[in-house]
């Protein structure tokens, strides 16, 4: 488990994001032992030995119930990180539960080329966040940006589109009674009922499970209420965002506005979910996450992504270009060793200029 979410500066910046990492550390126990539970005995080992003390410096936050739980923010700038604790397992978990970025992903590439290290190698990873990234708060419109050729290559995603909310919510100088409240996402449609269940905001999780902010000052009064508080009549989540994905990506879900098509920038019926493979790696890519789903479909789902993701027949005969011989998308060995050796020279140089 890799958290992308940043920190709020203060409790007064907590805008529909978790309100506590030890709950959203809770969550992803209870959801990934379950899922555990469903499989066969011995065929799924959670590591609690990954991080040792020694490591104090670049500290991982470890759940006590045995889920390794990273901040992904401790590690950027500090040269990443370490690929040997990537390599100890099967699968990842990247999550941002906040309306801004995450930081994976800037305009000129992925952030942490470790983890794209790690999927040539065999790691599997389902994305599962509101906002991957590059996109800070501010804009009072809808963005659209391409995405890199390697989050493309790796996630299976051409562009993101931006709602705004943050900056349509709380626009400098608009008096609060003009300020707009576009969050619109109550679920989504399945493409296949079967495989994938629709999926429902449980409100009552949304309201408690994120933080939406309370009025403290006179200040506070004029910048943010209404703008960004609790609103019972919305009850819808904020900034999920659509991307639109890349050939040989089979989507899995689609956007479920509260209002229906129509409402502000129409994102009614727009991809959110979709899965890619390869004949290295298999990744998922989520534009919302689980902690605000209706719970039995929250662990329906991730029981489904799992089962795809955690593979279990592999052993070291393997041919790793053979690993999903099927696979609509063909990387060849020669290309993968090429770009892990591009990787390389950007972050020997990137460290040069950081004296890192």
Known sequence: ????????????????QYISLELAKGFWYDLIHEWGATRPSGTVLFDTSFFTASEVTYDAEIGVSGIDYIIARKYFGVNGIPIKYLLKHKVLILYNESFKSSGFVDVGGVSYPEILTAMDAGINVWANWRNAGPVQPGSVTSVDISASFDFRLYFGVMGWTYSAWFGKAFEPFVPPELMKRNEDFVGTYSINEAAWPSLDIDTSFLHTRLGWHTTLTFLDTFFYEPSLGWRDTIA???EVNWCSRAPGTEVMYLYKSKYGPGFEDDYEGAPVGHRLESNFFRSVHFNFTMLTIEELQ?????????????????????????RYEDAPNKISLDDARSRYEQRMIDQAEERAISGN
């Open 1 to 16: 488990m890799i958290d992308f979410t940043p920190t709020p500066a203060n409790a007064q910046e907590n805008h529909a």
């Open 236 to 238: 819808a989540v904020p």
């Open 298 to 322: 929250a662990q329906k789902i991730t029981n489904s992504v799992l089962d795809w993701l955690y593979e279990t027949a592999l052993n070291s005969s393997t041919v790793q270009e053979n």
